[in-house]
């Protein structure tokens, strides 16, 4: 069974870097792609970024500067990092299998 | 980027209503489009894969279908449980795009 669960700090203060892991389970990272989506509350939902099943990334260009993304196969587990953090970061962060299996997500909030 | 368009934004609905959300896509995109429905405080569901397919689980009166750069998600005799924000997405290039959403009300 396909699962993917999120995980990180709840609050981050601005400026700061954001650290997430998604740990996932029914499948290995060697064989498939994990991207991270991030939804503001209230708000439509925006791509981040992919980490292909060859360790390969790609990022959304509004946030490449910023963002790294990461895995360890061994540990079933992918990285998001993402630092100089702003108000406007705080959003419910997902891993997800291709964009097909989405995990439960994790709300960060960006405040002082 | 390829810009995916959604409409509309907000749809009052009854119950066994049949109701149409559409996306048009900025660019070619062939068939690699989803449909997404996701409820309060949870997760996207995949409801509809290449267009037209049928995720597993989802229900018969959901469909899918395509018009040129006109990609369409149809309910047929609405239930309470379709309530939610319906969102289209292009895996046809990167970025990935998704449209802005539409909130599947009871009218």
């Known amino acids: 069974q396909v699962q993917l669960k999120e995980s990180g700090p709840g609050l981050v203060q601005p400026s700061q870097t954001l650290s997430l892991t998604c740990t996932v389970a029914?499948?290995?990272?060697?064989?498939?792609?994990v991207h991270w989506v991030r939804q503001p509350p209230g708000k439509g939902l925006e791509w981040m970024g992919v980490?292909?099943?060859?360790?390969?990334?790609r990022y959304n260009s509004a946030l490449k500067s910023r963002l790294s993304i990461s895995k360890d196969t061994s540990k079933s587990q992918v990285f998001l990092k993402m630092n100089s953090l702003q108000t406007e970061d705080t959003a419910t962060y997902y891993c997800?299998?291709?964009?097909?299996?989405w995990g439960q997500g994790v709300m960060v909030t960006v405040s002082s | 980027d390829i810009q995916m368009t959604q409409s509309p934004s907000s749809l009052p609905a009854s119950l066994g209503d049949r109701v149409t959300i559409t996306c048009r896509a900025s660019?070619?995109?062939?068939?690699?489009l989803r449909w997404f429905q996701q409820k309060p405080g949870k997760s996207p569901r995949l409801m509809i894969y290449?267009?037209?397919n049928l995720a597993n689980g989802v229900p018969s009166r959901f469909s899918g279908s395509r018009s040129g750069s006109d990609y369409s998600l149809t309910i047929n005799s609405l239930e309470s449980e379709d309530m939610a924000i319906y969102y289209c997405?292009?895996?046809?290039?990167?970025?990935?795009?998704f449209g802005g959403g539409t909130k599947l009300e009871l009218k």
């Open positions: 997800a299998r291709d964009l097909t299996h």
């Open positions: 029914g499948f290995s990272l060697t064989s498939y792609n």
């Open positions: 980490i292909w099943n060859t360790g390969g990334t």
């Open positions: 660019q070619d995109i062939g068939n690699y």
């Open positions: 290449g267009a037209t």
């Open positions: 997405l292009q895996h046809n290039e990167y970025p990935r795009t």
